[in-house]
């Protein structure tokens, strides 16, 4: 994909606030702290355009990204803070959802998974939620850096395996820029449809 402009298009907190026109929006979602920020920075080549946070949990918004003003990458706040009150889980986790649930310009959602752990209780909940969604899924496997390149299949079956999920899983490196021409290729798929 060459990426000719980038913009930070809205910061909704509110369904009211996301744009208006239509137009294909690939989702990402995850743990926060799992790479999201990271990951949407060199995808789009961009050294700060998504916010790497200091304050893991901080995102509170729904950030839209404009991308050759044809599409967008749709960045939704990190769940599984600890530190964040229930009330307020409860209330991203109500923003999440309706987003999900509501928007049909969504094409895709990436599902991002820290490839050296397990994923947790709540990573395999929202994986089953978002399966039953009717939307096509990614898992895309973060800082596949960390471990030897030699361990990636072992740790790709995991995640696998403890999502129990039939969907693709695309380990990547934003650190080491590695995988990231796979998920274009994904994503150049489905604006081809
Ligand atoms: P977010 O909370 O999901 O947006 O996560 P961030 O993008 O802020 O990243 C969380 C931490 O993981 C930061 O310290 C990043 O530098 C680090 N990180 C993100 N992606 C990678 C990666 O591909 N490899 C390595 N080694 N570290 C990464």
Request: glycine share 4%; aromatic share 8%.
């Amino acid at each position: 994909m060459i990426i000719r402009s980038t913009e930070l298009e809205a910061t909704t907190v509110r369904p009211d606030q996301w744009p208006k026109t239509m137009l294909p929006e690939f989702a990402f979602l995850g743990r926060s702290n799992v790479g999201k920020s990271t990951l949407l920075n060199r995808l789009l080549n961009r050294k700060q355009l998504a916010r790497v946070s200091s304050q893991p949990g901080k995102t509170r918004q729904i950030n839209f990204y404009l991308i050759n003003q044809s599409f967008r990458f749709v960045d939704l706040p990190g769940y599984g803070y600890a530190a964040v009150s229930k009330q307020e889980r409860q209330r991203f986790a109500a923003m999440i959802d309706r987003y999900l649930n509501d928007r049909e310009c969504l094409r895709r959602i990436f599902h991002l998974i820290d490839i050296r752990h397990e994923p947790t209780k709540d990573d395999v909940a929202v994986h089953a939620a978002l399966l039953e969604l009717g939307v096509p899924v990614s898992v895309v496997a973060t800082k596949a850096d960390k471990i030897g390149r030699s361990h990636v299949p072992k740790h790709v079956k995991v995640i696998r395996d403890t999502l129990r999920t039939p969907v693709d899983i695309w380990p990547v490196s934003a650190e080491k820029r590695t995988g990231l021409e796979a998920l274009w290729a994904v994503m150049e798929g489905d604006l081809a449809e």
